[in-house]
């Protein structure tokens, strides 16, 4: 015991000496869930799938911090790399998520592990980014299925506050934020009464409900207007003092057309209400958040440049005269008119199947999306739709490191995403499924038990 321990309570003197051994015992046991970074990562040998510029066979990706430096069969490998052997396998641009409430909710009915459902209509200063929790345990369970980003979409009322693109690896918040704010939502309300086991309201009820949410979402887009306008005179002669209020200090962004209006509606007559109000208003960057009718007025959205995030391919049809594949076939349907769009998931299954979103591409391909246009729409579309274009979504030099390897086409449920890289660091590909699938196969096994 050193000396200035000596005379100290045992139970205080133990815990200094737990503090000082503490650094050497975890430089001694580095955890096995942290793999090393090294200055570079060589992926050899495999059928890169650039997404951009065609595919590459027995190919290699360089990667050197975060970032890719050389794509090619003829790429020279760095001496002192991780060289990840990739013979008979796929490397793939990591996959974009377009709708998630990743790191925002975590067990649906502990309250306390949720912040996706926030209280009153107008929510505009609600800034996903500053929500998220680093530590869900969704997000290891999202990102071994090759899902490398995300949208993180905050809840609660009709202006929802601001997304953020975000890393699904990181330490905090700011390791993880890519880019925020990526747009303001709103959420439409529906045109006409529904009628459903979970609707107890009447149809009188619901219209009222229906009236009330759009003069909110009016009203807040107009106030907003008129505080900028006020607080942009300030200092001017005749201006009076104003008081900040930070619920339309979050909308000048939208306003002024530097980041979009994400409009989360499925229905048409949600879609001409929601663009009549952006005409009445002046704004000019929208986007469909769900999109179930929009191959209905495709015309009018390509003309207007505004893109489509088709939320949830795998889902029945909205209305009972539809035919089964009416979702399945959004997706083709809308590249056929050539309108702007991606594929995301459509969360009714919950955050903890964001995992999904390669199998709901894989489905429209069997419904009329081109096989190349099914990758696309999950990694270089939405890439662009959520401004992050020149950061990710391909395989190309200069761009993130954001890369996955697979055992055959990264879109099929039988397909194994073998190895994960999220800005060039290698990911240790284990989440709390996999380590509960490993404890309870190696559990004891009495002479009766069945054979493996």
């Known amino acids: 015991m050193s000396r200035f321990m000596r005379g100290l309570p045992s139970s205080v003197a133990l815990i200094a000496t737990v503090a000082l051994l503490a650094p050497q015992a975890l430089a001694q046991s580095k955890p096995t869930w942290m793999p090393a970074r090294t200055s570079a990562v060589a992926l050899v040998g495999g059928t890169v799938h650039t997404v951009t510029g065609g595919t590459l066979n027995n190919a290699t990706v360089v990667v050197q911090g975060d970032r890719i430096t050389a794509v090619g069969a003829g790429a020279a490998v ?4 991780q060289v990840i052997d990739c013979r008979g396998k796929h490397v793939y641009p990591g996959f974009v998520a377009a709708n998630t409430q990743l790191g925002l909710t975590e ?11 926030e209280t009153g209509t107008l929510n505009p200063n609600q800034r996903a980014e500053v929500q998220i929790n680093p530590d869900s345990d969704l997000l290891p369970v999202t990102r071994i299925n090759g899902i490398t980003s995300a949208l993180t979409v905050p809840g609660g009322g009709s202006v929802m506050g601001t ?30 009464p529904v009628r459903a086991w979970f609707e107890q309201r009447t149809d009188e009820e619901q219209n009222k409900a229906r009236d009330e949410a759009i003069a909110a979402i009016r009203i807040a887009f107009q106030d907003a207007r008129a505080y900028w306008k006020a607080r942009d005179a300030q200092g001017k002669p005749g201006a009076g003092s104003l008081d900040r209020d930070v619920r339309w200090d979050a909308m000048r962004a939208a306003l002024n057309g530097e980041i979009p209006v994400f409009i989360h ?3 048409l007559n949600q879609f001409r209400a929601a663009l ?47 035919p089964y594949d009416e979702a399945y076939a959004v997706a083709g349907r809308l590249h056929a008119a050539g309108v702007s769009y991606c594929i995301a998931d459509d969360g009714r299954g919950g955050v903890h199947n964001a995992r999904n979103l390669p199998h709901h591409a894989a489905m429209a391909v069997a419904f009329g999306l ?7 729409s999950v990694t270089i579309h939405p ?8 950061r990710v979504g391909s395989i190309e030099v200069g761009k993130l490191a954001d890369l996955q390897v697979t055992d055959g086409d990264a879109l099929l449920p039988s397909t194994q995403c073998l190895q994960v890289l ?15 699938f490993e404890k309870y196969d190696a559990r004891p096994r009495g002479a009766k038990a069945r054979a493996r």
């Not at 067990?107 to 459902?117: F, I, K, L, P, R």
């Open 78 to 81: 760095p001496a002192g790399a």
């Open 107 to 117: 067990v649906s009915t502990v309250t306390g592990s949720n912040d996706n459902a």
């Open 265 to 267: 509606a499925d229905r």
């Open 383 to 390: 890439a662009r739709i959520l401004g992050a274009g020149d």
């Open 276 to 322: 009549d109000w952006a005409d009445e208003l002046g704004l000019k960057r929208l986007v469909i958040v769900g999109g179930y009718d929009a191959w209905r007025i495709a015309d009018e959205l390509k003309t207007r440049d505004i893109p489509v995030i088709v939320a949830g391919v795998l889902a029945t049809p909205n209305r009972r005269h539809e």
């Open 422 to 436: 999220i800005g060039g660091k290698v990911i240790a590909m284990e989440s709390r499924q996999t380590r509960l």
């Open 163 to 192: 997304s953020a693109l975000i890393h699904l690896d990181g330490w905090t918040h700011e390791d993880m934020t890519l880019r925020a704010p990526v747009g303001l939502h709103v959420q439409w309300p529906n045109m006409t």
């Open 370 to 376: 081109p096989e190349e246009e099914a990758i696309k």
